[in-house]
């Protein structure tokens, strides 16, 4: 069974830098064509992509926040961690991760999320 | 590069048929992703690659995409069904993936 699970800070400063780790269960990343995403939604809006690392090391990230994000994997600890800097209010949103799984007939990547995470809100103020 | 355009909103009879619609140029030449999300809880997965079911997913919940248009099809709803549906692409292009604006459907 999959799980995954979010944690970090739940209020940050103005200009500060944010570190969210996912942690999870249930399936490697070693394994070909597995990916974890990080998704966001900021209260009463809709779901925002933010960034994906594959088993592979490839990452891929939002290109409006692209400058600001870091994705990292360690498979020894089965965590992804998110790094976005100089937070803003407007980044105030719950956080998600979320399982990209490979199609079942090959190893290539599916690119859509089929669990997630429980989310974790992160809010920016002084 | 991608944007999903969906209605903000659809409202349907209790026991009618749901339609929530994602539109984007030549949407047909790509897989479309469905996640109903019910308030105060994470994203749930409902269709992959247009029509595909996950595990547990009622086949009420059917899709279709052709052309410019992909269709979320919701039958005989439920009271339970009440909830915010978001589509989802992978634009190979650009390899971002991208979401929806999201639809809330409200059940009558």
């Known amino acids: 069974q999959i799980t995954l699970k979010e944690s970090g800070p739940t209020l940050v400063k103005p200009t500060q830098t944010l570190t969210l780790t996912c942690t999870f269960s249930g399936f490697s990343l070693i394994t070909s064509g597995m990916g974890v995403g990080w998704i966001r939604q900021p209260p009463g809006k809709a779901l925002d992509w933010v960034a994906l690392?594959?088993?592979?090391?490839?990452?891929r990230y939002n290109p409006s926040l692209k400058s600001r994000l870091t994705i990292t994997k360690d498979t020894s600890k089965n965590q992804v961690v998110l790094t976005m800097t100089n937070m803003d209010p407007v980044d105030t949103a719950t956080y998600y991760c979320?399982?990209?799984?490979?199609?079942?007939?090959?190893?290539?990547?599916?690119?859509?999320?089929?669990?997630w995470g429980q989310g974790t809100l992160v809010t920016v103020s002084s | 590069s991608y944007v999903l355009t969906q209605p903000p909103s659809v409202s349907v009879a209790l026991g009618q048929t749901a339609r929530i619609t994602c539109g984007e140029d030549?949407?047909?030449?790509?897989?479309v992703h469905w996640y109903q999300q019910k308030p105060g809880q994470a994203p749930v997965l409902v269709l992959f690659d247009d029509s595909d079911r996950p595990s547990g997913i009622p086949e009420r919940f059917s899709g279709s995409n052709s052309g410019n248009k992909a269709t979320l099809t919701i039958s005989r709803v439920e009271a339970g069904d009440e909830a915010d549906y978001y589509c989802q692409v992978w634009d190979s292009v650009s390899d971002h993936v991208i979401f929806g604006g999201g639809t809330k459907l409200t059940v009558l």
């Open positions: 690392v594959y088993w592979n090391d490839v990452k």
């Open positions: 030549n949407i047909g030449g790509t897989g």
């Open positions: 979320a399982h990209s799984p490979h199609y079942f007939e090959s190893v290539d990547p599916a690119h859509y999320f089929d669990f």
